[in-house]
């Protein structure tokens, strides 16, 4: 199954989670690979989006394998790193999808700012099981309406490889990360499709809510 975003040009996997496997549980272990597991061993690319997952990956590495840091110091500086490659403002107006124009300019501003947080508080602490696993970048491809997909592969030790690509947009005069797909499995669908049910049926408002108190908890939603 594949969806198109709606009002802008994009399409991306379903979310077809394997049904072993919790949603949840499945996106700390992959995005772990992600945002906090880009180690080196990415060779051969100059410029263009390649070099932004490059450049993510080389600075992620260096802190994980800092070990002057401790894990808190280790978030932090991840997610400063992450935070400027990734455009959240375009991930959470892809994730809500129609659903963004209920919002108002107000509520909008709160999404992006909660959402953003969420993901931090999420799978921020995925960076305390850090085993040495790098990633290879293993090719690319432009998309319609100008948007590139960067393909890589995590190489773990002892463990299956996990495919992992990345949506990047070039605004402003710089490519950002919109959207992650691990393993044929979209960030942007499977949060869609968590945040559409709750907006059916209680509302815009009750979504930012939500988040604001397990962000203040510290917890994920409930997969």
Same mark, same amino acid.
């Given at each position: ?15 077809? @989670?394997? !049904? ?5 549980? +499945? ?16 060779? *051969? ?21 800092? /070990? ?6 280790? +978030? =932090? ?7 400027? =490659? ?18 108002? !300019? ?32 293993? *090719? ?9 997909? @960067? /393909?890589?592969?995590?190489?773990? !030790? *002892? ?10 947009? =070039? ?42 108190? /397990?962000?203040?908890? *510290?917890? !994920?939603?409930?997969?």
């Amino acid at each position: 199954m594949r969806i198109a975003m709606p009002d802008d040009g994009l399409t991306i996997p379903g979310p077809q @989670v394997p !049904p072993s496997l919790p949603r949840v549980h +499945r996106w700390s272990g992959a995005l772990l690979g992600v945002c906090l597991l880009l180690a080196g061993a990415v060779q *051969g690319v100059t410029n263009g989006p390649s070099a932004v997952v490059q450049e993510t990956a080389d600075a992620s590495v260096a802190v994980l394998q800092d /070990k002057s840091l401790s894990a808190d110091q280790k +978030r =932090h500086k991840i997610e400063e790193i992450v935070y400027a =490659h990734f455009d959240f403002d375009i991930l959470a107006r892809l994730v809500l999808a129609r659903n963004w124009k209920q919002l108002t !300019p107000d509520q909008q501003q709160q999404f992006v700012a909660e959402f953003k947080k969420h993901l931090s508080l999420t799978y921020g602490k995925n960076v305390e099981t850090y085993n040495n696993e790098r990633a290879v970048i293993t *090719g690319e491809r432009e998309e319609s309406g100008g948007d590139w997909t @960067v /393909k890589s592969k995590i190489l773990r !030790p *002892g463990a299956s490889d996990i495919l992992v690509d990345y949506r990047l947009r =070039h605004d402003g005069g710089k490519w950002r990360v919109i959207d992650v797909i691990i393993e044929g499995v979209s960030l942007v669908a499977n949060f869609r499709s968590q945040f559409q049910e709750i907006i059916s049926n209680q509302g815009p408002a009750k979504l930012i809510d939500l988040l604001r108190e /397990k962000n203040a908890k *510290g917890e !994920p939603l409930k997969s």
